[in-house]
């Protein structure tokens, strides 16, 4: 099973941009389809992208699709989640995360700690 670990959040200005990283530990990293959600103040935790296995396919909340783009390097064990024109409604706690490969919080089974991202309008 894997760790992770993600880094990379912080306070940026409406229009601006942010790269989040998720390192992971583990042998078995290259098997597992990676994901970002995201828990915004008040809301459930929701679906931002994921990436299969070999990161030949990747899905997007209709919410992020063009500003957004996730990847992958297995030789590293990391994901990361470029973040282009960020919006206030952007704000929130953001959790990389390792399963199958799905939209839903029950497809993956494990979870980093999360990392805050603060849009300023």
């Known amino acids: 099973q894997v760790q992770l670990v993600e880094s990379g959040g912080g306070l940026v200005q409406a229009g601006g941009s942010l790269r989040l990283s998720c390192a992971a530990s583990?042998?078995?990293?290259?098997?597992?389809?990676m994901g970002w959600f995201r828990q915004g103040p008040g809301k459930e935790r929701e679906f931002v992208a994921g990436i299969s296995w070999s990161g030949g396919r990747t899905d997007y909340a209709d919410s992020v699709k063009g500003r957004f783009t996730i990847s992958r390097d297995n030789a590293k064990n990391t994901v990361a989640l470029q973040m282009n024109s960020l919006k206030p409604e952007d704000t929130a706690v953001y959790y990389c995360?390792?399963?199958?490969?799905?939209?839903?919080?029950?497809?993956?089974?494990?979870w980093g700690q999360g990392t805050q991202v603060t849009v300023s309008s």
């Open positions: 583990g042998r078995t990293f290259s098997v597992y389809t």
């Open positions: 995360a390792a399963g199958l490969w799905g939209v839903s919080r029950s497809d993956y089974n494990t």
